[in-house]
């Protein structure tokens, strides 16, 4: 069965940056792409990042231009690099991986780790 394990996440204020990194370990089912997804207090998950096997990236609206997605798939390691962070980017992030870039085709999401950004 595969793991995902996030790492990463704390306290920073405003404007700075984080980088999250997951590592995947396991048995490995047939997927085509790694995201990073949040959930914050009261609200619906929302997928923010992914990469395919190909390298192609994508992002949600909310984060483009300052969160960046890579890989290194020697380490089995998925990294999202989070920069000009801001209060409402406060969220618990999850590591997934999915059989598409759609959110709806991602699961076995990992336990998250927590980012706070103050104001």
């Known amino acids: 069965q595969v793991q995902l394990v996030e790492s990463g996440g704390g306290l920073v204020q405003a404007g700075g940056s984080l980088r999250l990194s997951c590592v995947r370990s396991?048995?490995?089912?047939?997927?085509?792409?790694m995201g990073w997804s949040r959930q914050a207090p009261g609200k619906q998950r929302e997928l923010v990042a992914t990469?395919?096997?190909?390298?192609?990236?994508n992002y949600a609206d909310s984060v483009k231009g300052r969160f960046t997605i890579s890989r290194d798939t020697a380490k089995n390691t998925v990294y999202l690099q989070m920069n000009s962070l801001k209060p409402e980017d406060t969220a618990v992030y999850y590591c997934?991986?999915?059989?598409?870039?759609?959110?709806?085709?991602?699961?076995?999401w990992g336990q998250g780790t927590q980012v706070t950004v103050s104001s």
């Open positions: 990469i395919t096997h190909g390298g192609i990236t």
């Open positions: 396991g048995s490995i089912f047939s997927f085509n792409a």
């Open positions: 997934g991986l999915g059989a598409t870039t759609r959110e709806r085709d991602f699961g076995s």
